[in-house]
């Protein structure tokens, strides 16, 4: 395995899909102190402090299809929540798709890239951010009111050192568990570990709003919402969903 480690970098994901691109094998890490130019879901940036956090980009090859490869974050996210709460005990939970949150705060964002041929898969790249250390007044002031950091969450500083290690063994007993039998377990693990199954949500689309209970997740990861007009099915990226 590799191990990339930068003390200051743009966006660790456009560093690991450089390094996938020239063929490094999977499993290979890029980690990083601080990003300059961290990025988020839907072209937003990421707040990369250094020290603080742990800015994470994880590449992988995986046998899918490409139509599976938004399960990739389903697992990450699966993984990254159960090594979040042996480790700090806060009790953080999944957003759907791939939140984490603690008390409604974001802790953790999830932004994967992938690039495939037709029918394969060439890389994914799983990026990772993780607020560790940040302590409230110092997340910026758009976020301020949304995100938090699991010091905070835990009232003590967490070594981010042991938080890695566990999250690195979490994803891959939890890759290594679809790899073996599918994306059953991890939906299950999901279902658990989320936050936003028998909540109320409003879903904002380009084309379609309405409100309704969130009931289930389906095989593909697809959020499952009760209306008045039977169930709605959403998938990841469609819409933005507002508890
Ligand atoms: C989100 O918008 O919720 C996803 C945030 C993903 C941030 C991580 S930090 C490590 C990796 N490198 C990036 O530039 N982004 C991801």
Redesign the pocket.
Known sequence: QEIHYFSEIG????EAKKLATNGCPEGTIVVAEA?I??????A?G?F?PPGKGI???VVLRPPFSPMDAAKCTLMAAVGVNRAINSVTGTGCGIKWPN?ILWQGR?VV???TEMSAEMDAINYVVI???INVNIDQQDFPSEIAATATSLAVAAGRRISRVKLLTAILAELESTYNTVKASGFAPVLADWRQQSITLGQQVDVRGVERHFTGLAVDIDADGALLIKTPNGIERVLAGDVSIRP
């Open positions: 966006s660790t994901n456009n990003q130019t961290g990025r988020g879901r839907l937003r990421w990369s800015w994470l980009s939140d974001k964002g999830i932004l990026g990772m951010g």
